[in-house]
């Protein structure tokens, strides 16, 4: 089993940056690859990012490219989500995933964090 906890989320006005983290324990972390989604209210879970398993490859959908960054720190047990340029369209709860398999992570994760609300007002 992985356990995952998120933290880092809050309230930021729009154009403002937020980093959120999570911790994994339970299995050896470099050995998973990581990724964050999200879910806004009425819509369902998206893909927001990934990262491989030695950090060296990393994945955004679309609409984040250019100001999200998703980070790991192997020794720390940690992945990151540094989000810069916040929109009210980035709203919602983010969600920490790990999978064994870096194609996997990105469309069907084995383990979740329980989320962190993200609010971005205008």
């Known amino acids: 089993q992985v356990q995952l906890v998120e933290s880092g989320g809050g309230s930021v006005q729009a154009g403002g940056s937020l980093r959120l983290s999570c911790a994994a324990s339970?299995?050896?972390?470099?050995?998973?690859?990581m990724g964050w989604f999200r879910q806004a209210p009425g819509k369902e879970r998206e893909f927001v990012a990934a990262i491989s398993e030695s950090g060296f490859n990393t994945y955004y959908t679309d609409s984040v490219k250019g100001r999200f960054t998703i980070s790991r720190d192997n020794a720390k047990n940690t992945v990151y989500l540094q989000m810069n340029s916040l929109k009210p369209e980035d709203m919602a709860v983010y969600y920490c995933?790990?999978?064994?398999?870096?194609?996997?992570?990105?469309?069907?994760?084995?383990?979740w964090g329980q989320g962190t609300q993200v609010t971005v007002s205008s």
């Open positions: 995933a790990a999978d064994p398999s870096l194609p996997y992570v990105r469309i069907n994760p084995h383990y």
């Open positions: 339970g299995r050896t972390f470099s050995d998973y690859a």
